[in-house]
């Protein structure tokens, strides 16, 4: 993903623009710099070899200092002014994620100048990349070969290692999928122009008011050519576009209502229809936005430095940036005694159903259906006490939001008509969907499979203190409990197992952040799984983002093979 600190809005109507939409003067700025002859000179530290970055870094050097030094005989004093503080964000950004250790001390060195001089230097607000995952955490030493290569990947195609792929990194393997799928969505030839394709993002991410994300592609969008007049709100974008709200929010809150009339609808021949391939393509980018959000949510990602609340122009606060998330009502405070029972307990129970499962007899479809029917009414049961404060939307994400007061409910609800269970052998993604995708999408369908497969199978073969632990059974039970919270059924698959295995906080954590991830807290995460690492809760959230993400297409792809035949 490309740095939103490299984009901007430009200067049409900015004025206007800014008091309907203010994070959009602080893009206008951020434009008129990035975009000047200077900025070529600092392409060069996102190079591999030193010398070239050593060279950017001078320019840099340069540009603060004159800064610094006040406006020339022939510069826009006021221009400066707005430069300088956004030269500081990056100086701070690059000192703390940059993987090259001879950027990170330089842009040390300048912030230090600077502050030396009497310039009020910028300072991060919250620490680390998540507010729920202690920094050391996530920059363990020992770990740092495979995932070091990635975040340099990273930082030469982008110019930054953004913070979801620092917690990603905990999972290198998984990271490497995921960012070859980002790539071609975002980067690769498609049917879609770049910048709809980030719209599109925009629109997906607003849907859960994820104001990272919905934040993040505004620069993305502004970055590859797009109308800034199209940020004021849905209304300013093109109707074509526009015309995606009805199935963005079904698709984002209750997928199963989805139909070929909603296929139709958009394909039908007009001035604003959309081609079955370009449709492939949204779909695809919606379902992974909504899912992305939901890991957003689930690990408590911060905003990136350089985004509008991630960074203060202040004096560091002994309390507000060097305190771990841990230490306020994480694993730390939790009873160390009920953890370990806790962990006891689930390898207790995995090995009794392993047991019960050589022991028992065939069981009939029919009791199969009846557990999954159990489970699907204990469901009902797992809610949260969030539920009830609704949140306020930012201004900057309820403009790009329709009827912001539709959302999940549960796919069985006492008293009202239940929706036809998704049978998943009946429309499945091996048989139907990856055919489907490939044909009309190139390429998406294969690395999206070996997304699906990745993490599904990943395991390190551990379980908090244990190792050489078969793991299986634990994933496959968060993946089909996520389905079945989206009303998707494996008739091979025993249900009780779901309740034996995820214990009830675990459940809400789930629930929450697959189906309302924005209500999502940290309470939620430090409550289950407590004497468990960091990096298996952040696992635990790189499932619960592919199964969300294929139950949402099963039931998209569903409805376009319907519509077809």
């Not at 719209?199 to 797009?226: D, K, N, P, T, W």
């Not at 930012?394 to 998704?422: A, I, M, S, W």
Request: charged share 25%.
């Amino acid at each position: 993903m490309t740095s939103p600190l490299a984009a901007g809005v430009g200067t049409a109507d900015s004025s206007r623009d800014a008091r309907e939409n203010p994070a959009q003067e602080d893009l206008g700025h951020l434009q008129a710099w990035e975009r000047s002859s200077d900025s070529a000179k600092w392409v060069g530290l996102q190079s591999r070899g030193e010398k070239s970055r050593g060279e950017a870094m001078d320019a840099l050097g340069q540009a603060l200092f004159s800064h610094i030094q006040g406006p020339g005989p022939h510069q826009n004093g006021q221009s400066e002014a707005k430069e300088l503080p956004w030269l500081l964000v990056l100086l701070l950004r690059l000192s703390g994620s940059c993987p090259f250790q001879d950027i990170r001390e330089r842009c040390a060195q300048m912030l230090q100048a600077a502050q030396d001089r009497g310039i009020k230097i910028p300072r991060q607000l919250g620490r680390g990349p998540s507010s729920f995952i202690p920094l050391e955490e996530i920059l363990q030493e020992g770990a740092e070969s495979a995932r070091r290569r990635l975040f340099i990947e990273a930082f030469v195609s982008t110019g930054r290692v953004d913070n979801i792929t620092m917690v990603m990194g905990l999972h290198p393997e998984y990271l490497t999928s995921f960012w070859k799928t980002q790539y071609l969505l975002l980067r690769m030839d498609g049917p879609l122009p770049y910048h709809k394709r980030h719209y599109i993002a925009i629109m997906a991410a607003a849907r859960h008011q994820c104001s990272y994300l919905v934040g993040f592609h505004m620069g993305e969008f502004l970055q590859v050519g797009g109308d800034p007049q199209w940020l004021r709100g849905l209304q300013y974008a093109p109707q074509k576009l526009r015309n995606l709200n009805e199935i963005n929010k079904i698709l984002a809150h209750r997928p199963w209502l989805i139909t070929k009339e909603h296929i139709k609808a958009l394909l039908k021949t007009g001035d604003n229809s959309w081609s079955l391939a370009e449709l492939i393509q949204a779909l695809v980018l919606l379902t992974h936005y909504h899912s992305l959000a939901s890991f957003v949510f689930g690990c408590g990602i911060n905003l990136e430095i350089d985004q509008d609340g991630g960074h203060a122009f202040r004096s560091p606060s002994p309390h507000s940036c060097d305190s771990s998330p841990a230490s306020e009502d994480g694993v730390s405070t939790s009873s160390g005694t009920d953890a370990m029972e806790e962990v006891e307990v689930l390898m207790e129970r995995m090995k009794l159903l392993q047991e019960c499962q050589l022991e028992e007899e065939a069981v009939t479809q029919e009791e199969m259906e009846t557990r999954f029917e159990m489970e699907k009414t204990e469901n009902l049961l797992v809610t949260t006490s969030v539920d009830i404060a609704e949140h306020s939307l930012p201004p900057n994400v309820l403009c790009f939001v329709e009827d912001p007061e539709f959302g999940y409910k549960d796919f069985t609800r006492r008293g009202e008509q239940t929706p036809p269970t998704f049978r998943a052998q009946d429309y499945t993604w091996e048989d139907h969907g990856y055919s489907l995708i490939n044909r009309l999408y190139p390429d998406v369908g294969q690395l999206l499979d070996e997304k699906f497969q990745v993490v599904y199978n990943l395991t390190y073969n551990t379980i908090a203190m244990h190792s050489g632990v078969d793991t299986s059974m634990l994933r496959r039970a968060i993946w089909n409990y996520v389905h079945c919270v989206f009303g998707i059924r494996y008739d091979d698959y025993d249900y009780r197992e779901v309740n034996q295995l995820l214990e009830r906080s675990l459940k809400i954590y789930i629930k929450t952040v697959a189906c309302y991830p924005e209500k999502t807290t940290r309470r939620m995460y430090t409550q289950f799984w407590r004497h468990f690492k960091h990096s298996e809760k952040v696992h635990i959230n790189l499932l619960l983002l592919e199964a969300r993400m294929q139950a949402a297409l099963l039931y998209a792809l569903r409805a376009i093979t319907r519509y077809m035949t």
